[in-house]
């Protein structure tokens, strides 16, 4: 997307939030997890203090707000699979798929 659509966008979404629920919403899903260093300075002026990608992983102490890593749990995750998670034991596997649905996209 242009830098403008960008910035329509994130403005429009949290604008529409705002008149929705009263309050203006301090953090951001980016859209199928697609951003870039433009696309993350746009969403924090817009004022969003967070964002999340789907960039699997934890994210250390001092990470970029507006690129948070996250990782995916399920209703379905027992918890021996919850703590494999916490230990980045899928990370490379959900990167990996990640990359396989962009290629094909």
Known sequence: MAPGEVLREAEGC???????????????????????????????????????TVRPGANAAGADLLGLRRTEVSGDDTLEDFLFKLEGGFDAWHALVQRVRRAAS
Do not use: M, Q
């Open 14 to 52: 949290a604008r529409d939030i705002e008149e929705r629920v009263g309050d203006r919403p301090r953090l951001f899903c980016y859209p199928r997890g697609s951003t870039s260093a433009t696309v993350r300075r746009i969403v924090g002026e817009c004022g969003f203090l967070a964002a999340c």
